[in-house]
């Protein structure tokens, strides 16, 4: 009986060991993927905003936090502002918009965005956006080339998007406190 006994525990002992190394590995991809990840999200945030606004608006946040086995994604302290010399050279060639805006989010959530459908079948398909308290000002400026002018942008935003990705989906958008200033 106690050989029966021992021969449980170390049945038990090695499977505890096991999982215990399986976790410890996987937490540690898990890891490294989430370090690896900030820079390269960091940098294809700022490019795509930067090329989708014909140059005219940079974004800045103080911190990206990841999480690939939950797909969430979180910037702080996000603010997105105009490019005032860029504005300029564009009234200048005809191509600036009425519209000016200036937007600060305290943090932006980006829930459930499914990494392995991402990295397998490049679809992003995202559960829920959280926009938490955006505070939006906006300066309107009539331009006369704008007068009777079709509506812009020429180029849609999935032509940015679709040269990483087949399909892109959003199911819930919120805003938590809102402000808008005009």
Known sequence: MPAIKKRRYIILKWVGVSLLVIFSLLAGIAWFLNVKSRPMLTQQIKTLLYKSTDSLYTISFSKVSTNIFTGSATLQDVKISADTTRYNQLVGLQRAPNNLYTVSLKKLVVKHFHPLTLYREKKLQIDEILFDNPEVYMVNRQLDFNENRPARPIKSPYTFISK???????????????SFNY
């Open 164 to 178: 990483s990705l087949k399909e892109f989906s959003i199911k819930k958008i919120l805003f938590r406190d809102a």
